[in-house]
DNA sequence: CGTATAGTGATACCCGTTATCATTTACGTC
DNA sequence: GACGTAAATGATAACGGGTATCACTATACG
């Protein structure tokens, strides 16, 4: 499945892009998306892979998460709600699932009179392949 | 206590800074904090407030978190290993203790074979003041 | 096929943050 | 208190990720 969504054109750029974070197994930064795409051939301008990836993000066909310097990075992912054990070294991940963290993010808004709550919950490591 | 660290030179810039700290009560950013600085007439280049804040941060006098547009925010916090209920509008932080966040974290990790683990988990939200 | 319209890309721009470097300040020592 | 030195400051340039602009191109659909 490489289409984008509904009302979404599908052009050669946004093939390309799909496809090369199909390859992928772990999170890439925009801009290593850009340059992947620059090693197979495909011209995609800066502009049109951020775009692109803000269009699969929005319709939740990518995962986003902002690390430790505040960079974005993308990777394919489930549809449905997880978090992530991160390598901070190749990026690759690992979905994880925590009922529990739900419930108490969700017990912890409300004895606080927080409404409209979202969380962010990412763990970083280093995986065993990239040990020193 | 305004003292910055061992090592540290007491400077009023750094006073002023750790002074405006201790009187909010939530999140603010750097440019914040240089606005509130300037408010009170206490005359703190931008630089120095990025580099006293970094100081701070190190010395884990004060807490980092990243908004959802990647922005960083400071705030003095205890020292303990705690997350946060931030809201979204006027940066109130609630500080919040999970252990069984902490336990479920190590195990994932462990599981899945990362080492150097960290985590970040930060809750965003509307407190009640902030309603519409 | 032809047209409306979404998409593209080069580039300028924005904004948060960091680096540079000459000047100033804190602080231990005499 | 005066000195000397290393740290700190601040104005500003530079940097980097990300977005906006706008003329041009390509897609979808009748």
């Given at each position: 499945m ?26 890439r ?7 992947l ?26 995962d ?17 709600h ?9 990026g ?13 993010v969700a017990?912890i ?24």
């Amino acid at each position: 499945m490489t289409s984008i969504g509904v009302g979404a054109r599908s052009t050669k750029q946004r093939e390309a892009l799909v496809h090369v974070l199909d390859e992928v197994d772990g999170f890439r930064s925009a801009q290593q998306l850009h340059a992947l795409l620059g090693e197979r051939g495909a011209k995609v301008g800066i502009a049109t892979v951020y775009r692109s990836l803000q269009l699969l993000a929005d319709a939740a066909l990518v995962d986003v998460i902002h690390s430790e310097e505040g960079e974005a990075s993308y990777r394919r992912c489930s549809t449905r709600h997880h978090h992530h054990l991160v390598c901070r070294v190749c990026g690759r991940a690992v979905e994880a699932q925590a009922p529990a963290v739900e419930t108490w993010v969700a017990a912890i808004a409300a004895e606080h009179g927080f409404s409209d709550v979202s969380h962010d919950l990412e763990i970083f490591g280093t995986c065993a392949d990239c040990l020193p």
